[in-house]
């Protein structure tokens, strides 16, 4: 175990826990939602995805507060996480980088439901309100209650894992 005291401890163990962080597999998704006042649609790729609770139904999104994407989420109070197909790797690019967000939206399989935006035919799609959220550092965890949600039934999901995009399947036996 490396123990660190120096003064920028804190910058040592994050660049630590960010190369540990890199081999725990987590799915990848889209999360989406709606700018209120004109309704446009916005979204990023998110990791940060994980069940709550199943009473009620409700999963958590930790989302950067200085993302693009963040201001709008948190006024619609509503949002949509968008499960890919493993072989859909590359719809994720552009909503992980702010030069692509004029192509975002620019798929045919894009559908709206109650202002937000989903993939239709996604492995899943999980539209949530936002009820409760906590603040930590850079970013926002926000839990949301799912109110409903979508599955083609497709297992091959698209997760992270390594420092690399992959699959999440299960392991043959």
């Known amino acids: 175990m490396n123990v660190v005291n120096a003064p920028d401890a804190s910058l040592i163990f994050r660049d630590q826990l960010k190369k540990v962080l890199r081999f725990m597999p987590a799915p990848v998704g889209i999360v989406t939602s709606f700018e209120p006042e004109s309704g446009s649609p916005v979204g990023l790729a998110m990791s940060a995805i994980m069940p709550v609770s199943l009473d009620p139904p409700s999963m958590a999104i930790c989302v950067n507060r200085s993302g693009s994407s963040y201001d709008a989420l948190v006024r ?14 590359d719809r994720l690019s552009p909503f992980a980088s702010s030069s692509g967000r004029d192509q975002r939206f620019s798929d045919v399989s894009w559908r709206e439901k109650d202002k937000v935006w989903y993939i239709d ?5 999980i539209f949530c309100n936002v ?15 799912v109110y409903d949600l979508a599955s083609s039934g497709d297992e091959d999901i698209l997760g ?5 995009l992959g ?4 392991l043959a036996g």
């Open 76 to 89: 619609a109070g509503r949002f949509c996480i968008n499960l890919l197909h493993a072989d859909n790797a």
């Open 121 to 125: 035919g996604a492995p899943a799609n």
């Open 131 to 145: 009820r409760d959220g906590l603040h930590f550092g850079t970013h926002h965890v926000l839990i949301g209650e």
């Open 160 to 164: 992270w894992a390594n420092g690399a």
């Open 167 to 170: 699959h999440i399947s299960p």
